[in-house]
């Protein structure tokens, strides 16, 4: 065994090459530049653990790093995981997998990159499947045996042995280890963030309602069921298409199907201008009667995907072949985005169509190393074909890896259990990526109301109907409630902006889980929503819940009910309402519901909510809200700031720009709580 | 890609050598002798596929070997699968796994050995976790690729392609792959159990009802309860005690609890004078205050499982350590079996608490492959203390792997749904391996009595009790059906012992899935048992079921109703029946309903029971029934005839043998149905 150096790779961020790493890893896929001067900004910090403990091995082509636990130490992160939040005990085998209904560490985006509550993060940048053994084996040698007990006769024999370490199992001769300080878990997911590029700041737009229509649709009846959002007073801002836009899906052309879509560039013109930005479906295997088959062949892989090829995005051109294909056909079609599906890959459970791990790719990779990739590079490739037009995408796929959270997309799942929706929105916040808990179906109205309230309040609030036909007002009884929820999620687009702006500033997760504000809370079914929001979501079948508020004093985000905070208080929410809580001194940002998000240069009434008696303060983000002129230092931070004096009476005062005539917003209301 | 040779071993066996095996694998750990001469009697055979279409190759440290398939072939075996009969379209992660819960491959005995419904088998000899794509990907340069269809448009899109190959892959450089000859799936299995060393004879008592008693019971409560059997008039030859009767348990010290077992002699000689033999549970893991514990621990592995050592049971001078522990405790004692648990390991799901894959053990192998076959180890060790006393044992054991056939031990699992236990009994039969269904408990009357039905015509009929305190009569308005069922256990013990017999002269599953009896048959809820039994489980909630009769005629075992059968049928059986069917001609030798096994050189007198018009004639085997004299050429075949004359009058007689003196069987009487 060995104890590595560790070398200084930014503030607060340090490295290890441990034996031989292998070319392709997610960070070099994801290829984002640090963002160095917001590094900065947080501080040094210092090596979190002793470097003395952290040990290396190789074991049979395996490399091997050991690192110390506490006996108290949770872990969290490890991607999109579904079913638990502290890892502590249990083994991570993180395999992409899009079917994860067992809780072994597999799920569309596997990330390891864990967040120990001790403040501490590691980082193992490999392409290669890793197992994290999170305190779930026990050495031998070790200093802390775990206590003996007999369970003939120890009535508190417990099945799980306490472990005193971490052990990270990599295939292949070695790999590149990073450490992250905190101090504490949030700042450690900042570095993480801001280490790979910081988060992305979706177009207005994104931020909208979403709804995904029938898989066989025409232009027509898109166009129909779009103007049902419009007619029944329901915001929508993008309109997906399903497999069936190609004029052949399974594999794809990428090719518009003529006889549904024959006028590409007017119907996305025609949608336009009701507000609807339109997103494609797409996943990455290409068929034999695509146009771009046959340039695209002798760059594929091994192995076909319902017979379509597997081309290999890690060669150049290969990915120019796809970008100019789809920049010739979609983009200059007006088309906003994609929905990339299936580049997870079922191979073990239900049915089996991804390439295997043994394929063999023309850049000399292997089926294990690209599947572990493979969202991450669809998503580089597509993010790339918008950036040239300086045009901003949000879309959605299915799987992804280390390094993401610069690329506009958000994860979502086949999978339907709502708690493990909820559960997986808290953990994608530990990891650099982004989660939409879809709503596609309910059993009951209650349970539709449920969804929509949560969606409503994640990074992409989408009813995805491609299969089910619904719509928000399917359950008619429950209508006013959803369009409620709706309208809300247009109300608060100031405010979920400006916390997507501290994702890209900052690092810091728009949504996130409770661990990362209070250390070592390893709740999964309340979460954080931008600066001052607590969400605690209902679940079907519920009339109460509990809900851990933090130290402090909170208040009802609807009826301003004041609340002591440092505990944990039982609310009885009817239907119409899932419990939000705002912190004292905290500032909401609302605007009017419209139809859809204004667009670059369109100018809205601003209603600022400020919650109880303390001091409060708020960076609003402005910018056009479409393109990347933010990257280029063309944006603006509007200070929203209350006073309270002597005699408990609040000001509310927002800072002026200079060039006023660029300021998304205009006359400001105030409301005090 | 390489075309290997393939080089005959045995009739109709051949094999070849990929790159450089690992020395390690389950056939060396195993060790049996193939049994040639039985071989030489089924003949040659033809090598059954063509040479030139198997192909293999080396990616990334990993072997692949590539095996074509027809479009309608099924892929039969692979272990002790729980969630399906034919493999074909899914890929298989041959992982030993205690908790399979998921249609992974993943199981307690993952035999990398596959039994092609066109009759040839295919074995790859490894150590090595293998994964097996059963036909579940395509290779982009096929000559049958999968018809290309369009999800958008083709109502019968399906989401797993056909492929056209088995491709096999094998972590490493190098394996050995053998290739079975048929012509028939249960030939294919027959090759593979005799070249294995051929199926195990139980002692008879092993054919017993067998009942495990509560975790903490002390020797007078083992003895009260068991006594109970004798007094309600059930059957029953062994006794489990559970983790209780050692000093310290989990993990083990292998010594009695002297508080609880304070004559562990006279214990055993008190049961054994009421004809109950002793089974003791344990594991292989080494408690700290066991006396072996100084010996072993630099003979044993970098972790530790519930803080016991796990001993390298590779090297000789470990085994030898332990059989002379166990030899002196436990069979001096008088015990006649062990029951072997969590050889498997938990490690991804539920509790963690196995040793990891990267663990490294004093041999040189690592933890990967020492979990892969330390059900062999633990199975074989404990084999060689019993054959050096020249005593037959009888026992269960939570993990296995390719060539177990020659083990005496059963397999059983922690795993409760009852059409998942029958599922395995089906599946168990291609594989070489032995499994019970055993009982626990029952939500109901009706589901005590299906799984007691079920249980006694399976290869180790137990109620096992350790936490559950159930007895047999646990539901007292089914009493008398289950006491039927184990009475009709014992009364059948001829016909069953015999069917071992087959399975150890001439490799024939004792218990078997209807693939070994119509080829391409994937029915998992029906088995044959012996040469004539065909058995066809109930299910709690059924009052009817759909049986599938093979071509012939059959009868209603217990009412003698006649069947036409190449079909299926629907029975209506009460509570109180299994429906089980014999073939016309089938002859079924039955003894009386005695509380235990007859000891050996008792003498029972038979009834046999023939169905139908035609001739019959089963060989029935006899012997001591309790040492190893068998193979030392010491028994007995007993040929049971039944003549048919052109008056239709059946006649039937049993051959005589020369030393009558020593035969188990007495007075014969025939019942003709």
Chains 1, 2 share one sequence.
């Not at 090596?47 to 636990?69: G, K, N, Q």
Request: aromatic residues 12%; contains cysteine.
């Amino acid at each position: 065994m060995e104890t590595p150096e560790w070398i200084n790779q930014a503030p607060g961020i340090w490295s290890t090459v441990v034996g031989k790493p292998e070319d392709l890893t997610p960070l070099k896929v994801a290829g984002a530049t640090p963002r160095l001067a917001a590094l900065r900004e947080m501080g040094e910090g210092e090596f979190p653990l002793d470097p003395r403990t952290i040990t290396t091995e190789s074991v049979s082509s395996r490399t091997v790093i050991r690192i110390p636990l506490d006996s108290e130490e949770a872990i969290f992160g490890l991607g999109l995981q579904f079913l638990k939040v502290n890892h502590r005990g249990r083994t991570r085998y993180l395999r992409v997998n899009s079917d994860p209904r067992q809780d072994t560490g597999e799920t569309h985006a596997p990330v390891p990159f864990y967040v120990s509550s001790r403040g501490y993060g590691v980082l193992v940048d490999t392409a290669r499947i890793v197992t994290i053994y999170c305190g779930s084996c026990v050495r031998r040698d070790t200093p802390n045996p775990p206590a003996l007990k007999d369970r003939g006769r120890d009535p508190d024999w417990e099945p799980t042995p306490t472990s005193d370490a971490v052990e990270i199992v990599v295939p292949g001769e070695g790999v590149e280890v990073f450490v992250f300080a905190g101090p504490t878990p949030l700042e450690v997911v900042r570095r993480y963030n801001l280490f790979c590029g910081g988060g992305v700041i979706p177009p207005r737009w994104g931020l909208g309602f979403w709804h995904r229509v029938s898989l066989q649709y025409n232009h027509e009846q898109v166009h129909a069921e779009s103007m049902e959002y419009r007619n029944r007073d329901f915001p929508c801002d993008v309109i997906g298409l399903e497999p069936g836009w190609h004029s052949k899906s399974y594999p794809c052309s990428y090719e518009w199907a003529e006889d549904r879509f024959p006028d590409p560039p007017r119907f996305a013109e025609k949608m336009a201008a009701e507000g609807f930005h339109i997103n494609l479906w797409e996943h990455a295997y290409v068929s034999p009667e695509a146009k771009i088959h046959a340039e695209l062949e002798p760059l594929s892989g091994s192995h076909t995907v319902w017979g379509g090829l597997v081309p290999d995005y890690t060669l150049p051109e290969a990915r120019e072949i796809l970008k100019a294909q789809h920049e010739g056909t979609h983009l200059a079609a007006g088309v906003s985005g994609y929905k990339i599906d299936e580049c997870d890959g079922s191979e073990l459970t239900g049915c089996s169509w991804m390439f295997p791990a043994h394929a063999t790719f023309p850049s000399g990779h292997d089926g294990e190393q690209m599947r572990q990739v493979y969202g991450l590079l669809l998503q580089k490739m597509t993010t790339e074909i918008f950036r040239k037009h300086d045009r901003r995408t949000w879309g959605l796929v299915r799987a992804s890896n280390a390094g993401a959270c610069s690329f506009p997309y958000v994860l979502y799942s086949d999978l339907y259990d709502h708690r493990e929706f909820v559960r997986a929105l808290c953990n994608s916040s530990f990891s650099g990526l982004l989660w939409t808990p879809e709503v596609r179906s309910a059993a009951t109205a209650e349970e539709w109301v449920r969804r929509m309230q949560v969606v409503c309040f994640s990074p992409l609030a989408m009813l995805n109907a491609w299969s089910t036909s619904t719509m928000p007002w399917s359950f008619p009884d429950v209508e006013p409630i959803v369009r409620k929820y709706l309208k809300l999620r247009m109300r608060l687009m100031p405010y979920f902006y400006s916390a997507f702006a501290r994702y890209y500033f900052e690092g810091v997760p728009p949504f996130r889980a409770m661990a990362l504000e209070v250390p070592a809370c390893d709740l999964d079914d309340q979460y954080m929503a931008g600066d001052s929001m607590l969400v605690a979501p209902m679940f079907a079948g519920e009339t109460s819940r509990e809900v851990c508020l933090p130290e402090g004093v909170w208040f009802d985000f609807e009826t301003g009910k004041r609340f002591e905070g440092g505990g944990t208080i039982r609310v009885f929410p009817g239907l119409e309402t899932m419990p939000v809580f705002v912190r004292e001194g905290g500032l909401i940002p609302m605007m009017p519901p419209l139809p859809h998000a204004p667009r670059k240069g369109e100018r809205v009434p601003l209603e600022v909510r400020h919650y109880g008696n303390a001091p409060g303060r708020l960076d609003l983000f402005d910018d056009d809200g479409e393109t990347f002129a933010y990257q280029r230092g063309d944006y603006r931070w509007r200070t929203l700031e209350v006073t309270v004096d002597s005699g408990g009476t609040r000001t509310g005062t927002m800072s002026e720009v200079e060039e006023d005539r660029e300021s998304s917003y205009g006359e400001i209301a105030w409301m005090f709580t």
